[in-house]
T-cell receptor, first 119, second 116 residues
Framework: ETGVTQTPRHLVMGMTNKKSLKCEQHLGHNAMYWYKQSAKKPLELMFVYNFKEQTENNSVPSRFSPECPNSSHLFLHLHTLQPEDSALYLC??????????????????FGAGSRLTVL | DQQVKQNSPSLSVQEGRISILNCDYTNSMFDYFLWYKKYPAEGPTFLISISSIKDKNEDGRFTVFLNKSAKHLSLHIVPSQPGDSAVYFCAASARAGGTSYGKLTFGQGTILTVHP
């Protein structure tokens, strides 16, 4: 396996279900991200983890719960979601740099995404 | 309030011609800009980037131009090929506290179709 792998690729769940999205990166990166893409909207940052520590929660509702057990794995636990949470959830990873922006710190490698439908 | 805007939802170009995709931003703190390309059923892939200390960056057929005074950047693809047909996203980031990490703000995307 290479790159960033997301499972499942498609998920349909009811509003009372509990499910999880999984992301694994094989790039040796130390930062991982969850982004959300809703229909006709730009990608929105949800969470950032650097070296397993959460450094960003972009005002995401608590029904989304991220978990990062190590630098290679990232989960998004889903609980009592709403139909408007239906979207494409993208995981990404990158190297965490400090200093000059020309270091390419923002070059993210994305997974193919998990398409979530909440009924 | 959308800080990064791609005002053209779609663009159609003939093979061999130039494709120009545009992006405008409002946040003057943005200092690093990127273009990503996305094919159906795949995640976005990094294409090219530019920092605010430059006004042009070139990589093969792809050139990104940055006009800081106008808060505008553009991606030029010359010559365009049918395989370039995809959704193109503009993204921007701002350094925070001397560090830089992937807090990217994306535009809505522009669907590019290159006809043979």
């Amino acid at each position: 396996e290479t790159g960033v792998t997301q499972t499942p690729r498609h998920l349909v769940m009811g509003m009372t279900n509990k499910k999880s999205l999984k992301c694994e990166q094989h790039l040796g990166h130390n930062a991982m991200y969850w982004y959300k893409q809703s229909a006709k909207k730009p990608l929105e940052l949800m969470f950032v983890y650097n070296f397993k520590e959460q450094t960003e929660n972009n005002s995401v509702p608590s029904r989304f719960s991220p978990e990062c057990p190590n630098s290679s794995h990232l989960f998004l636990h889903l609980h009592t979601l709403q139909p408007e949470d239906s979207a494409l959830y993208l995981c990404a990873s990158s190297q965490f740099f400090s200093g000059s922006p020309s270091s390419g710190a923002n070059v993210l490698t994305f997974g193919a995404g998990s398409r979530l439908t909440v009924l | 309030d959308q800080q990064v805007k791609q005002n053209s939802p779609s663009l159609s170009v003939q093979e061999g011609r130039i494709s120009i995709l545009n992006c405008d931003y409002t946040n003057s703190m943005f200092d690093y800009f990127l273009w990503y390309k996305k094919y159906p059923a795949e995640g976005p892939t990094f294409l090219i980037s530019i920092s605010s200390i430059k006004d042009k960056n070139e990589d093969g057929r792809f050139t990104v131009f940055l006009n800081k005074s106008a808060k505008h950047l553009s991606l030029h693809i010359v010559p365009s090929q049918p395989g370039d047909s995809a959704v193109y996203f503009c993204a921007a980031s701002a350094r925070a506290g001397g560090t830089s990490y992937g807090k990217l703000t994306f535009g809505q995307g522009t669907i590019l179709t290159v006809h043979p």
